[in-house]
């Protein structure tokens, strides 16, 4: 299964953009990157995902590699409320023909100073 | 719309009792997912139910593990007996779709304590 590399901790202040960078470099042609996040106490949330093309929501951006092997979340004004685990997944195919799994890796913890 | 709803929220047990842990998915969405999270381990995915069948239950540690997903709107987590190490918290997801991508959408959890 291809994996995912993250650092395990970041910083940022409050109201600065933060960069959250993910390796995937054996990463398939069909596989998604998927960022979740996980706030104290809470389970896993969705943050945003893409294939090739970068993206954008209400939450965040990402920053796709043209080669695929690495990808960037980007959060444009860190707040305090943004401090949690930050995941980057690949979606993983259990079988031919049926769905997929996500596997979660150890994340980046991140830290939001005032 | 509730969102995922797991419950009990905490489940304090003795060595070798069977838990329960049992969780709603949101309405309309045909894969549920049992993960289990540990310091040490991370997030790790139990089982997996499309259109309540199991798909994968490779995840499952032994055979002390069970799952059900009777019906499209419940599933239970079952450990017996349950052993110290089993000491985590369960989260169950919920999504909808047949393929990539799909949004996991995640209960708050069950914190479980095996003294």
């Known amino acids: 299964d291809a994996k995912t590399t993250q650092p395990n901790s970041m910083e940022s202040n409050e109201e600065e953009p933060v960069h959250l960078p993910c390796n995937h470099s054996?990463?398939?042609?069909?596989?998604?990157i998927h960022w979740y996040r996980q706030l104290p106490s809470q389970g896993p949330e969705y943050v945003i995902h893409?294939?090739?093309s970068n993206v954008n929501n209400r939450m965040a951006s990402l920053a796709i590699a043209e080669d695929r092997k690495s990808s960037t979340l980007i959060l444009h004004r860190a707040t305090l409320r943004d401090a949690a685990v930050y995941y980057c997944?690949?979606?993983?195919?259990?079988?031919?023909?049926?769905?997929?799994?996500?596997?979660f890796g150890s994340g980046t913890q991140l830290t939001v100073l005032p | 719309d509730a969102g995922v709803i797991q419950s009990p929220r905490h489940e304090v047990t003795e060595m070798g009792q069977e838990v329960t842990l049992r969780c709603k998915p949101i309405?309309?969405?045909?894969?549920l997912f049992w993960y289990r999270q540990t310091m040490m381990r991370g997030l790790e995915l139990l089982i997996y139910?499309?259109?309540?069948?199991?798909?994968?239950d490779s995840g499952m540690p032994e055979d002390r593990f069970s799952a059900k997903m009777p019906n499209a709107s419940f599933s239970t987590l079952k450990i017996q007996p349950s052993e110290p190490r089993d000491s985590a918290v369960y989260f169950c997801?919920?999504?909808?779709?047949?393929?990539?991508?799909?949004?996991?959408?995640f209960g708050s959890g069950t914190q479980l304590s095996v003294l």
């Open positions: 997801a919920s999504s909808f779709g047949s393929s990539a991508p799909e949004k996991l959408f």
């Open positions: 054996t990463i398939s042609g069909t596989d998604y």
């Open positions: 893409g294939l090739t």
């Open positions: 997944i690949l979606r993983v195919f259990v079988s031919s023909g049926s769905a997929r799994q996500l596997t």
């Open positions: 309405s309309g969405h045909n894969s």
């Open positions: 139910f499309n259109n309540n069948v199991p798909i994968d």
